[in-house]
């Protein structure tokens, strides 16, 4: 898919930025001067409105209103109150989203509450390639449970075939954090359904990069993270997602005092509170939850229609860039090359493909990593610009040309991520 | 037992102030002109250095950083960093505390470590004036495993009687919530290990507070709060100790990506990482982390000894003061008399402790009321001088004696904490 039949120019893509809808939103982020950041996949950037928040969280909350704030600045109901915002990202219900934990713990929730839902089934279906979170939870617990519950493993193109009459939940991550690919969200909940079974979607690069209708899909559970495309700050709270049908079916496995009916009425055993509340369970660190408020609250002002089809267009400009630059062989692409089918990130197999990040890094251009040999490129419409894709596979067109990527330091595996 | 047979003044406790050896340290906490804050051990202070310190995550590391930060500003071993601090707190050894997650969470991974650990035992033992979330979390795994799984309750005086053959776990917390109440640990755990369970202490009200020696009571495993005596902020994370004998042995209920021995080669199998980092379990809340981490450090400048012997006093004057002004009669002592047997907090019943509560917040006393009748005072000696327990009991003297509790704004229960 080619945007224009004639050679792209450095030119072509400052007209798209100018006539670009959402240009006024890169203003409202923080990022280092010169810095091309293809990385919000991973970390989103800061919103400029953060650090005065945190600042009132911190000294006027915390340091001045102290105890009090519970009430006073509604840090009691802040799990709700972001979980709500973010649930209009998703196309969720009122009372069907919270913030709590992590991605890994909401995910270890749902999945139990999955198989109470479904007492007579004991199989989880997932991908080999989802997010390995994903799977080293749904192994925690069916290894824990020990009766018989197993995690099966299908390929994405297997996995309808796997879903049979014994499955009680599957588990997929709806954009592949490995290749970009995008489930078909609507078909496979039906069928999880049409087998009797709990449909779980893991959400954390969907949620504020693609259009998502948890309701339209009847979506039983979802989870997702806040750090990535909803710009919270690194490690921020997950949310989780229950459609509203399940919620008084639903004994919380993690039964904590947050999830209690009444929490500071002190009772000796449990009852858990109304609808998803009783998903919370302990204190939420609420310094990181402002932060990642700010965030949610940017991404609400945009339109996620506005925003997916500028992702689309940096998606096919930027193979488009790659094929006429690199030329034929240099790289290969691993995301589907249907623009529909995948989300907001294009994910290149190549040699060396260590060195060559660390070599981008060094210039500027931060991408990812992703073993054995994928460079990853995520685009964040809100507050990436079409030149920086140029200016970006220009960078790696010139480390690849001069091998400037072979150098001792850049092939050590020193770093973690 | 009182500190002097004379009559107390103000003037006694003014002196006291002079010669307090920890009395450096209130200046390093920022704390409201004229407020006497006697909740620390529900939410403590905010340290002066902790707005610069957060200030510099959110900006320069997130911010500027971003990405790179897992690795060029330490993020990725924040959790041990952390928790070896708080190890050094409650005598635990070098790799054997963590932060993470809420203490809930915490307290739930190490319940269902113990019954692997002690695969032929199903009983809880726990007391019913524990904490709720305690007896919430046992009773959300112990349902949910449905095996024959119990929670077995006895009252503190019956507990050794209750630690029978069959138990997996006793899990009790040191110094109660309600009562200040602090149980000897070395002799219960003792105790617990003579039945061969598996010793763990909630110690939300202890670190910080009273010196704990895990090491030296050969405790299994702890938990405790960030947001209390370690001045972490509110809804901090929490911490987990695991004794290392043990660690090998753990497979976490709650596996995910962070407690994987190699975390960024995405495996598609679980593969525990060494020690006690494969209780960690996703990406953690690196701001709230930060601002914890600063209240810690202040911690860590003060004798855990100066700190409980403060503690010991101020319980002591605070003790004889409300019975030389308030009278007999008045209100009823819920502690522990013996000071060694109570942790830094004394418990009143009280009629219309609610309404007597409100009206001491109103008037500048911060305490806590805690159902059904019972007016908590916590004492954190880092920040909390003796002229201010003079004054806070004179404001509760004056508020008894003038029935200005007695007002229908003060009775309503809108409040949730």
């Avoid at 690069?205 to 559970?221: C, E, Q, R, W």
């Amino acid at each position: 898919m080619k945007v224009a039949s004639k050679v792209l120019t450095r030119r072509d893509l400052e007209a798209l930025d100018r006539d670009d809808p959402l240009r006024e939103f890169r203003d409202r982020f923080s990022l280092p001067e010169g810095l091309i950041y293809l990385d919000g996949n991973s970390l989103g950037a800061m919103p400029k409105a953060t650090p005065a928040r945190v600042r009132e969280v911190v000294e006027d909350e915390w340091g001045r209103d102290l105890i009090r704030s519970w009430n006073i600045n509604g840090w009691i109901d802040i799990q709700q109150r972001i979980g709500a915002k973010i649930g209009r990202l998703i196309g969720a219900g009122d009372g069907e989203t919270i913030v709590a934990d992590s991605t890994s713990v909401n995910l270890f929730k749902a999945l139990a509450a999955a198989f109470e839902l479904r007492p007579d089934r004991k199989v989880i279906v997932s991908e080999p390639g989802n997010f390995p979170t994903d799977l080293y939870v749904a192994e925690g617990l069916t290894r824990y449970l020990g009766r018989g519950h197993s995690l099966r493993l299908a390929e994405p193109s297997d996995i309808e075939g796997a879903i049979t009459e014994d499955v009680a939940v599957v588990m997929l991550t709806h954009v592949s954090y490995r290749t970009g690919r995008m489930y078909d969200l609507q078909r496979i909940t039906e069928r999880a359904h049409a087998a009797g079974a709990i449909m779980l979607w893991d959400l954390a690069h969907s949620a504020g990069a693609v259009p998502v209708d948890l309701t339209g899909a009847d979506v039983d559970f979802a989870v997702g993270c806040g750090y990535k495309y909803l710009n919270g700050g690194p490690g921020a709270p997950a949310f989780l997602y229950v459609a509203r049908r399940h919620q008084p079916n639903i004994r919380p496995i993690l039964s904590g005092w947050f999830g209690h009916a009444s929490p500071f009425t002190f009772e000796q055993s449990y009852r858990p509170a109304e609808g998803i509340d009783r998903l919370t369970v302990g204190a939420p660190p609420i310094i990181s939850l402002t932060a990642l408020e700010v965030g949610v609250d940017l991404m609400l002002e945009a339109s996620i229609d506005a925003l997916r089809a500028k992702s689309v267009q940096q998606g096919v400009i930027f193979e488009e860039l790659i094929a006429q630059e690199l030329g034929e062989g240099a790289v290969s692409l691993v995301s589907p090359s249907e623009p529909a089918m995948r989300g907001s990130q294009l994910c290149y197999a190549l040699a060396n493909a260590w060195p060559v990040n660390r070599a981008l890094i060094d210039r500027g251009v931060i991408g990812d990593f992703r073993a054995p040999n994928i460079l990853r490129f995520g685009f964040t419409p809100l507050y990436v610009g079409y030149v920086e894709l140029w200016d970006a596979v220009a960078t790696l067109k010139k480390i690849l040309a001069e091998r400037s990527w072979d150098r001792p330091e850049y092939h050590a595996r020193t770093r973690v991520t």
